[in-house]
């Protein structure tokens, strides 16, 4: 009987600290990251709980399914992407949407991306998110911070020299 209550014990504490931690993951997190981007004025659509907002964006997705782009236009955002079209003039051109449970920035103003693409502080890190993505593409000029990326990118920068691009010009016109 006491082994017997003893695993019973044990299968509780584990389901209580899985019950725990979904609690964290799934209602906390998210809250508390809302609560201090909003405070630093970042909106955005309100999470909801498991799924986030991929409900809207399927609908939203699903709503565009049958739309057929222009040959002439390249503005292809609002079939593969129609939750941008519609959230950017709603919470502004910098808001936090959710993947689930994990929190998405989207940054759409033009300043706030070149000052993030152009860091030389290490402030923003590059995220190696998909290990697959990162194993495709290697350790170039991509993936790399610090100085493996300003040695990198002292090699390439000659390739993109506008008199060097002018002349490869002639060559890519079709």
Same mark, same amino acid.
């Given at each position: 009987?006491?082994?017997?209550?003893?695993?019973?014990?044990?299968?509780?504490?584990?389901?209580?600290?899985?019950?725990?931690?979904?609690?964290?993951?799934?209602?906390?997190?998210?809250?508390?990251?809302?609560?201090?981007?909003?405070?630093?004025?970042?909106?955005?659509?309100?999470?909801?709980?498991? #799924?986030?907002? =991929? *409900?809207?964006?399927?609908? @939203?997705?699903? /709503?565009?399914?049958?739309?057929?782009?222009?040959?002439?236009? $390249?503005?292809?955002?609002?079939?593969?992407?129609?939750?941008?079209?519609?959230?950017?003039?709603?919470?502004?051109?910098?808001?936090?949407?959710?993947?689930?449970?994990?929190?998405?920035?989207?940054?759409?103003?033009?300043?706030?991306?070149?000052?993030?693409?152009?860091?030389?502080?290490?402030?923003?890190?590059?995220?190696?998110?998909?290990?697959?993505? #990162?194993?495709? =593409? *290697?350790?170039?000029?991509? @993936?790399?911070? /610090?100085?493996?990326?300003?040695?990198?990118?002292?090699?390439? $920068?000659?390739?993109?020299?506008?008199?060097?691009?002018?002349?490869?010009?002639?060559?890519?016109?079709?």
């Amino acid at each position: 009987m006491g082994l017997l209550w003893m695993v019973a014990a044990a299968a509780a504490a584990v389901l209580a600290s899985w019950a725990f931690n979904a609690l964290v993951y799934l209602v906390w997190r998210p809250r508390a990251i809302t609560r201090q981007l909003r405070a630093q004025g970042v909106g955005g659509p309100a999470y909801k709980f498991f #799924a986030g907002n =991929l *409900g809207e964006i399927k609908r @939203l997705l699903a /709503g565009t399914a049958g739309a057929v782009l222009d040959v002439g236009s $390249h503005d292809f955002v609002p079939r593969v992407q129609p939750h941008f079209r519609k959230w950017i003039p709603i919470h502004g051109r910098t808001f936090l949407y959710w993947f689930g449970a994990r929190p998405t920035l989207c940054v759409a103003d033009v300043n706030t991306v070149k000052q993030v693409l152009s860091d030389r502080s290490g402030m923003y890190p590059k995220n190696i998110g998909n290990p697959h993505i #990162a194993r495709l =593409l *290697g350790k170039g000029l991509v @993936l790399t911070n /610090g100085d493996d990326w300003k040695r990198h990118r002292k090699v390439v $920068h000659p390739a993109f020299n506008m008199d060097k691009l002018k002349v490869r010009d002639v060559c890519f016109v079709f």
